[in-house]
């Protein structure tokens, strides 16, 4: 490979330039998706009741127009309510619009035959008496107008329809003094989408500035130092392409992929770059320099590869697909970047310093730095400074190879004693805890909830073969009674059964056909809100804000509850009754990303053990680096614990991902200290010198992964700030494992081992000669 790419350098990079433009063709199609099934497997019967039975034939999405300030039964307000419905209600999926407005006119046609606002604030009252108002009209100073629109809608028409809306209620002439917000769930989806998007430009750029300047201090022994940086964003490109051509989506768990592609692809560029730079400064000759780095460094940086790759594979146990989607990533991501770091990166270098050594003035000072001292000493010029970076590393390993025992000790004290208590760290699953606190939607979510109460349901799909069963409806009845009045947090219930009995005198009637005739007399719309067909019925049981009351443990206790009640109360024969909707969605997605942690990074580790003992065939190779691994998860844990820091959707897998991040210092760390003992060197002095030569590499790329992630700690999102904060902190742990333990860890194994084979080759020449005796 080495000869290959020495010949064909020209070839290799005007293939790489012509691939970019091939993967921006493929970058085209790559497509961003956010519904359902991005949390739940489409062949699950979770997706199948929530995604085909709810919300494709009942569920909606509301927005909500809150007016405040003043008493709103005045005819100027129910007017203004009424120009804001009537611009709203022909919007393309708008599917119903109710306000006091609508339910003031509804009730003077019925008494008047007019379709039509009385101008006196005293026929508006009558009329609103006539029926329930709680839900528009909560009190005198407080009305709402509700938008109900598809609940599978596009999040793109979504928007539009919001944006209609506020035109709207800016151009509906509302009285002087009072508030009209334009607010609620879906409002609040939207801002926080586009504020995630708005956001991320700017870290991007601050991401790379931190990177430029880690480079600048860190990787300041070698020429070209930000050449790195270039080429993981090249191996970035090749990324998005793949993502197109292979169909992989984009959703909001895998957009952060990207920041830990650039945390390893750099590492894979700094090596390279490290090991050529090496090469061309112990001699004058490039082609051996090519020849010699991809012999030594790039087995070395395949190997890291792949056990970085298992230690992403425990991703695909999860059952959340977003996270599977993730998973594949990352595996693609690491592989472009290690095509761009072989192939584009040390070709550049080869061409670069071959363009540089036709200047003369280089080539003196180059050559003023091959001054030798001695044929022995042939790998190391005299004239190098090691320097403050280098010094450090060869002292911490030095000690750590000189005290394994207590090192180890109190590593892995620390290591038990941090996954103990890693189980105790609490896991945030709050959603609205994740976004900027001042920030305008949620504030005003907040106060409509405040108003109004929380919208969190239970949703119970009711399959039957008749819904004009009298039976069934009877049962619908006092199952929904139980449940308010035995259920502490289930606080009232709505179906179709209210509006029959409105419609016949309070009461069920007690024939099929006297029911259907109640059913042509309905209005569409209210009809498809809790009927579909002949054979299915919809029955929403209100939570209030059971996210905050009760939160997911308790969400699910109680549809356990619900499930019994259903159980106890025997409905009619031919009856199903299916528990779904969001509620039960998000706590089996929270309970799926954050449950099983431990055994996701375990079986990571397991897998990593594997892999190297497969590649190797050596049990200390395979045991050295997973051993390394193991105390910083230990570690990691403990930190969290102790400092406060909870973990997240976004960071419960974060175990699988420092495995694949840290595993491959080790292994690169450990390919070059056996590679100084091929050469002849002792434990002690292979440590020494791999420290030296090469620890400066990994502490750059892990100085660059960790200044690249702390620009997540200026998100306004609390949820990247943490991912950002618990990354950085798992990074540094991995980097001092790599200078503490691995030192320690191999230089015990490997003398313990060596001293093992003398023993028995001094056995075996005893016995030698003594059979020749």
């Not at 009252?125 to 009209?137: A, F, G, K």
């Not at 769930?185 to 300047?213: D, G, Q, R, T, Y």
């Not at 004290?413 to 920030?439: A, H, K, N, R």
């Amino acid at each position: 490979m080495g000869y290959f790419i020495e010949n064909h350098t020209i070839v290799i990079l005007i293939i790489a330039f012509l691939l970019v433009f091939v993967s921006f063709q493929g970058a085209q199609n790559i497509e961003m998706i956010s519904g359902t099934e991005t949390y739940v497997e489409k062949d699950t019967q979770l997706y199948q009741n929530y995604d085909h039975l709810y919300l494709n034939l009942f569920s909606t999405q509301s927005i909500a127009v809150l007016v405040e300030s003043g008493d709103v039964k005045i005819p100027e307000v129910i007017k203004a309510l009424d120009r804001v419905e009537k611009q709203v209600e022909p919007l393309s999926g708008v599917e119903q619009v109710t306000s006091a407005a609508s339910i003031v006119e509804d009730m003077n046609y019925q008494k008047n035959g007019k379709r039509e606002i009385p101008d006196n604030q005293e026929d508006i009252e009558s009329l609103l008496s006539r029926t329930e108002t709680d839900e528009v009209l909560p009190d005198d100073t407080h009305a709402i107008l509700f938008i109900e629109v598809a609940g599978d809608i596009s999040n793109d028409r979504l928007e539009d329809i919001l944006h209609e809306t506020e035109e709207s209620v800016s151009m509906a002439n509302f009285p002087p003094g009072y508030s009209v917000k334009v607010t609620g769930e879906s409002a609040f989806m939207i801002e926080m989408e586009n504020l995630m998007n708005e956001s991320m430009p700017p870290l991007l750029a601050i991401s790379a500035v931190l990177m430029v300047i880690a480079l600048y201090l860190v990787f300041r022994h070698v020429r070209f130092r930000l050449l790195p940086l270039c080429i993981v964003f090249l191996g970035i490109i090749y990324t998005f392409g793949a993502m197109g051509y292979l169909r992989i989506p984009m959703s909001m768990v895998s957009m952060s992929a990207f920041p830990i592609l650039i945390g390893l692809g750099i590492d894979y560029a700094i090596q390279f770059h490290n090991r050529i730079e090496e090469e061309l400064e112990r001699r004058h000759d490039e082609k051996t320099a090519v020849i010699e780095t991809v012999k030594h460094t790039g087995p070395a940086v395949l190997i890291a590869l792949v056990i970085t790759s298992l230690g992403f594979v425990s991703l695909f146990t999860s059952t959340v697909p977003m996270t599977q989607d993730f998973a594949k990533l990352l595996l693609i991501g690491i592989l472009m970047c290690f095509i761009s770091s072989l192939f584009v990166g040390i070709s550049v270098i080869y061409g670069l310093d071959t363009l540089f050594k036709k200047d003369s003035n280089i080539t003196s000072i180059i050559n003023s730095k091959k001054d030798y001292s001695s044929n022995e000493d042939i790998e190391n010029s005299s004239n190098h400074k090691t320097d403050a970076i280098e010094r450090y590393i060869e002292k911490i390993s030095s000690f750590a190879v000189k005290h394994p025992i207590p090192i180890l000790l109190i590593a892995g004290l620390l290591c038990v004693s941090g996954l103990y208590v890693d189980q105790d760290v609490p896991i945030e699953t709050d959603t609205e805890t994740f976004v900027p606190q001042d920030m305008k939607a949620l504030v005003q979510m907040q106060h409509l909830f405040d108003i109004v109460g929380g919208n969190d349901q239970l949703n119970l799909i009711i399959k039957v073969d008749d819904n004009t069963d009298p039976e069934v409806l009877k049962w619908m009845d006092e199952f929904s009674d139980h449940e308010v009045d035995s259920r502490s947090h289930i606080y009232d219930s709505s179906s179709i059964i209210p509006v029959i009995k409105s419609m016949n005198s309070g009461k069920i009637p007690d024939s099929s056909d006297k029911i259907q005739e109640i059913y042509n007399q309905m209005p569409e719309s209210q009809k498809d809100r809790y009927i579909h067909g002949n054979t299915m019925l919809l029955m929403n049981l209100d939570m209030g804000d059971a996210m905050d009351d009760l939160g997911i443990e308790g969400i699910e206790e109680l549809s356990n509850v619900v499930k019994d009640d259903i159980s106890w109360s025997q409905p009619p024969a031919g009856t199903d009754v299916t528990i779904t909707g969001n509620s039960i969605v998000f706590t089996t997605v929270i309970t799926a990303l954050t449950s099983g942690r431990i055994a996701m990074t375990f079986l990571g580790l397991g897998l990593i053990f594997a892999g190297l003992l497969f590649i190797y065939r050596d049990w200390l190779k395979a045991l050295t680096p997973v051993l390394t691994m193991f105390m910083v998860v230990g570690w990691a844990g403990g930190v969290m614990y102790y400092s406060g820091i909870e973990y997240t959707p976004m960071t419960a897998t974060l175990g699988a991902l420092i495995l694949g991040i840290g595993s491959e210092y080790a292994v690169l760390m450990m390919e070059r200290y056996f590679e100084e003992k091929d050469n002849g060197a002792s434990p002690v002095e292979a440590m020494r010198e791999s420290s030296k030569k090469i620890g400066k590499a990994i502490v750059t790329s892990g100085f660059t992964t960790v200044f690249g992630f702390s620009a997540l700690l200026a998100s306004p999102f609390s949820m990247n700030r943490n991912f950002g904060l618990v990354t950085v902190i798992d990074v540094a742990l991995a980097l001092l494992a790599t200078f503490i333990v691995f030192p320690a860890v191999i230089v015990l194994l490997d003398r313990h081992r060596e001293k093992r084979k003398q023993n028995t080759e001094d056995l075996t020449n005893n016995i030698t000669e003594a059979d020749a005796q």
